[in-house]
T-cell receptor, first 114, second 114 residues
Framework: AQKVTQAQTEISVVEKEDVTLDCVYE???????LFWYKQPPSGELVFLIR??????QNEISGRYSWNFQKSTSSFNFTITASQVVDSAVYFC???????????FGTGTSLTVIP | DTGVSQDPRHKITKRGQNVTFRCDPI?????LYWYRQTLGQGPEFLTY????????KSRLLSDRFSAERPKGSFSTLEIQRTEQGDSAMYLC????????????FGPGTRLTVL
C-alpha cells in the first residue's frame, strides 16, 4: 500500500525561526517519486520539489532544503529564516514509477508570526 | 494566462442533481489528473488521463462519477445524483511527459450540495 503521513497538523513559528516539516511515506515500489507542494491561503497548490527514490542527495533552494532518507522512509522539508509569506499548508506526496496515481498526506499548516 | 483553468469556480446544487466540471490543462500537457479535496485534508486522487486514455481510476470512486478527455485536450468530470457528501473542492492538475511527473494544479471548482 502507498501512504504518506504528515504527523504535524499545525505549526506556529515566529518570523526568522527555522522550521522543519516532517513527511513519512510507505511504498512497496522500488522506484518512486516524492513531492512537496505549498497551498497558500489563496488555495492553489504550487509545486516545490520532486525527488526520485534513487537520489538521496539533500537539496537546497534558497531558504528551502529537503532531507530524503530511505532508511527511515522520510522526506523532510526545512524552511530557514521563515517569513510571513511562508504561511501556508504544505503537502507531501508520493507516486510510483508510472505516475498514474498520487498519494498526498493530510498536510501541515504553517503559520509564521511576524 | 497559460496555467490550468477550471470552470466553474463555484457550483451550488441541490441533492440529486447532476453537475459537470471542466478542466483545461496547460497546452500540450499529456497527463491530466482529477482530485477531490475536503477541508483539512490533502487532495484525494480520483482519476488520471494520459492523452485521451483514462489509465487510472480510484477504487473508492463511486459509479456516480465519470470523467472524459475527448481528443486529449480539456477534460470533464460529471457527478450524477449528487449527495451532500460530494461537497468538496475538485482539483484538476496537468503535467508533461512521463519522467518529470510534476503536476501543475488549477484553482479548483468548489461544489456545495444542499
Amino acid at each position: 500500500a502507498q501512504k504518506v503521513t504528515q504527523a504535524q497538523t499545525e505549526i506556529s513559528v515566529v518570523e526568522k525561526e527555522d522550521v522543519t516539516l516532517d513527511c513519512v511515506y510507505e511504498t512497496r515500489d522500488t522506484t518512486y517519486y516524492l513531492f512537496w507542494y505549498k497551498q497558500p491561503p489563496s488555495g492553489e497548490l504550487v509545486f516545490l520539489i520532486r525527488r526520485n527514490s534513487f537520489d538521496e542527495q539533500n537539496e537546497i533552494s534558497g531558504r528551502y532544503s529537503w532531507n530524503f532518507q530511505k532508511s527511515t522512509s522520510s522526506f523532510n522539508f526545512t524552511i530557514t529564516a521563515s517569513q510571513v509569506v511562508d504561511s501556508a499548508v504544505y503537502f507531501c506526496a508520493l507516486t510510483g514509477n508510472t505516475g498514474n496515481q498520487f498519494y498526498f498526506g493530510t498536510g501541515t499548516s504553517l503559520t509564521v508570526i511576524p | 494566462d497559460t496555467g490550468v483553468s477550471q470552470d466553474p469556480r463555484h457550483k451550488i446544487t441541490k441533492r440529486g442533481q447532476n453537475v459537470t466540471f471542466r478542466c483545461d490543462p496547460i497546452s500540450e500537457h499529456n497527463r491530466l489528473y482529477w482530485y477531490r479535496q475536503t477541508l483539512g485534508q490533502g487532495p484525494e486522487f480520483l482519476t488520471y488521463f494520459q492523452n485521451e486514455a483514462q489509465l487510472e481510476k480510484s477504487r473508492l470512486l463511486s459509479d456516480r462519477f465519470s470523467a472524459e478527455r475527448p481528443k486529449g485536450s480539456f477534460s470533464t468530470l460529471e457527478i450524477q445524483r449528487t449527495e451532500q457528501g460530494d461537497s468538496a473542492m475538485y482539483l484538476c492538475a496537468s503535467g508533461a511527459g512521463t519522467h518529470a511527473l510534476e503536476q501543475f494544479f488549477g484553482p479548483g471548482t468548489r461544489l456545495t450540495v444542499l
